[in-house]
C-alpha cells in the first residue's frame, strides 16, 4: 500500500491541474471559498451523477425533487434550527478569532496565545432579507441542510409519484453554513453540496432499512474504488445522539488530518413529519391501504457530502511511483469518474499529424470526455494526463497516417495496443467497461 499523502500535495496538484482554485484569487481569495475549475467541474459533476444513479435511477422506490434554496422561515423553526443550530463559541480578546469552545483546551487564543471570552452561542445558519423594501424585509435564511425540503414537500411528492411506502425522495444541492472554524481544504466549507436521501418507511420498519442503508452506502464507496482500509463504520453514542435521531452512524474515510465524517446514517424515527405537521396544521400521515390505518412514517436519511466525496476520491487515487528511473504522479480514479476519459496525443506538432488526430478528437468528443493536446513533448503530455487521471491516452504518429491506426496507452499498467481508427469508439467502450487490456506494459517493471 502507498504512503497517506498529504494535503499539501493534494491542494498542490488541484492547482496544478485545474481541479479547484481559491474562489477570488486575484482579489486575496475568500477564506474557506473554492472555485472548483475545467476538472473538478467534470469529476465533481461524475460523483453526483454515480450517487443519483445507484440511489435513484436504478431503484423503483426513489423519487428526486430540487428545492428552492430560500424557505419560508417557519420551515426552519419547525425543525429546531432557529433555536438550536448553535455552537458554543470563544473569542480571542488580543486577535478576535473565534473559535469552537470544543476545540480550545488549554483556555487560550491557539493562534496568539491571548486570553479568551466565556463561552456564548452561535447559529450557523446565514441570515439575508427578502422583499423590495429593506425596512420592510422579512428575515430568511440560505438553507443549512437540505433535507428539510424533503420533509416538507412529502405530502405533494406522495400524491404525485403515486407511490406507496417505503418511499425515498432524493435530492442534490448546496446548503450553508456559517462555520466558526472552517478548513481542511475543501472537507469543512461555508457553502457546501449534500447528496442526501430521505427514506420514508412504516414504523416498527425503520430498524431493517437502517441496518440496510448503512450497508448499502458503506458499498458504495467502495464500489467507486476507494480501498476498504480506509473506510470505517463510527456509531454514535447516546450523548452525541441529535435530538431527532434514535441512532446514526457516520462513514468515516482516513483523510491526512485523520478519520473524520464522509456521510452520516441516521435514523430520525417520526420527528420531522410531526414538527412540520404541528407548525403548519397540516396532516402529513400516510395511510396504509393494507393495514387500513394512519401512522406518521419514519424515516431513515442517508447524508453525504459532494465535496468531502471528492476530496476522499483524490487522495485515495493519488500515487507516486518511479517509473524506469523517472518519478510518476498518477491518479487511479475509477474511469467512470475520471474527468476526462481519453486524451489526443500527436506525437509531434508536425503539420502532417494534426489533421487526423483532430479528426479523432471530433469523432470521440460526441461519446466521451476528451481533450486535445499537443503541446509540448509527448512524455510530457503522457504525464499530464497521468495527474489529472486520464484513463486512456490516444497517440497519433507517422504510421497512423499509413494505416490509419492509433496507439492506445492505458494510464495504471502503461500497456499499449494499436487500433484502427475506425475501431477506435468501440475498442474505448469496451475498455470503460472493465474489459482488459491485452498487451504487454510498456515498461515491464515499476517500483512503488
Not at 479547484?20 to 484569487?25: D, H, L, R
Not at 491571548?114 to 428575515?139: C, D, H, Y
Request: proline share 5%; glycine share 6%.
Amino acid at each position: 500500500m502507498p504512503d497517506r499523502v498529504n494535503m499539501e500535495k493534494i491542494v498542490s496538484l488541484c492547482k496544478r491541474r485545474g481541479f479547484i482554485f481559491p474562489s477570488s484569487e486575484i482579489y486575496g481569495g475568500l477564506a474557506s471559498c473554492w472555485d472548483y475549475g475545467p476538472m473538478g467541474v467534470e469529476l465533481k459533476r461524475n460523483v453526483k451523477n454515480a450517487w443519483w444513479k445507484a440511489t435513484v435511477q436504478e431503484r423503483d422506490d426513489v423519487v428526486g425533487i430540487d428545492a428552492s434554496i430560500m424557505m419560508h422561515p417557519e420551515v426552519w423553526r419547525a425543525s429546531g434550527h432557529v433555536d438550536s443550530f448553535t455552537d458554543p463559541l470563544v473569542e480571542c480578546t488580543s486577535c478576535h478569532l473565534r473559535w469552537r469552545a470544543s476545540e480550545i483546551s488549554n483556555e487560550r487564543c491557539p493562534t496568539c496565545g491571548g486570553e479568551l471570552t466565556e463561552p456564548r452561542m452561535f447559529n450557523l445558519m446565514f441570515k439575508t432579507a427578502i422583499g423590495p423594501v429593506e425596512e420592510e424585509a422579512s428575515t430568511i435564511y440560505l438553507r443549512p441542510e437540505t433535507a428539510q425540503a424533503m420533509f416538507a414537500d412529502f405530502e405533494n411528492v406522495l400524491s404525485t409519484s403515486r407511490k406507496k411506502l417505503p418511499l425515498g425522495i432524493a435530492q442534490i444541492g448546496k446548503s450553508f453554513r456559517n462555520e466558526i472554524t472552517p478548513g481542511n481544504f475543501i472537507f469543512r466549507t461555508r457553502e457546501f453540496e449534500q447528496m442526501e436521501l430521505e427514506y420514508f418507511v412504516k414504523p416498527g420498519t425503520d430498524e431493517h432499512w437502517f441496518d440496510y442503508w448503512v450497508k448499502e452506502r458503506f458499498n458504495w464507496y467502495i464500489n467507486l474504488g476507494i480501498r476498504k482500509e480506509n473506510l470505517r463504520l463510527r456509531q454514535h453514542g447516546k450523548e452525541e445522539l441529535a435530538h431527532y435521531a434514535k441512532d446514526c452512524y457516520d462513514i468515516e474515510y482516513l483523510f491526512p488530518m485523520g478519520w473524520s465524517e464522509l456521510e452520516g446514517i441516521a435514523n430520525r424515527g417520526n420527528y420531522d413529519l410531526t414538527q412540520h405537521a404541528k407548525y403548519s396544521g397540516r396532516d402529513l400521515s400516510y395511510y396504509d391501504n393494507e393495514e387500513k390505518k394512519r401512522y406518521i412514517p419514519y424515516i431513515i436519511e442517508p447524508s453525504g457530502g459532494v465535496d468531502r466525496s471528492v476530496l476522499a476520491l483524490l487522495i485515495d487515487a493519488y500515487h507516486e511511483e518511479v517509473v524506469e528511473g523517472e518519478a510518476r504522479l498518477v491518479l487511479r480514479l475509477q474511469p467512470s469518474l475520471a474527468p476526462m476519459k481519453a486524451a489526443i496525443l500527436p506525437l509531434s506538432k508536425n503539420e502532417k499529424l494534426i489533421p487526423l488526430a483532430k479528426k479523432v478528437y471530433a469523432q470521440l468528443c460526441p461519446s466521451f470526455m476528451t481533450c486535445y493536446d499537443d503541446s509540448q513533448s509527448i512524455g510530457r503530455r503522457y504525464r499530464r494526463q497521468d495527474e489529472i487521471g486520464t484513463p486512456f491516452c490516444i497517440t497519433i504518429d507517422f504510421q497512423s497516417l499509413e494505416d490509419n491506426q492509433v496507439t492506445i496507452r492505458e494510464r495504471d499498467n502503461l500497456a499499449q495496443i494499436r487500433v484502427p481508427v475506425e475501431k477506435l469508439e468501440e475498442t474505448l467502450q469496451a475498455k470503460l467497461s472493465g474489459e482488459p487490456f491485452e498487451a504487454t506494459p510498456l515498461w515491464a517493471t515499476r517500483q512503488k
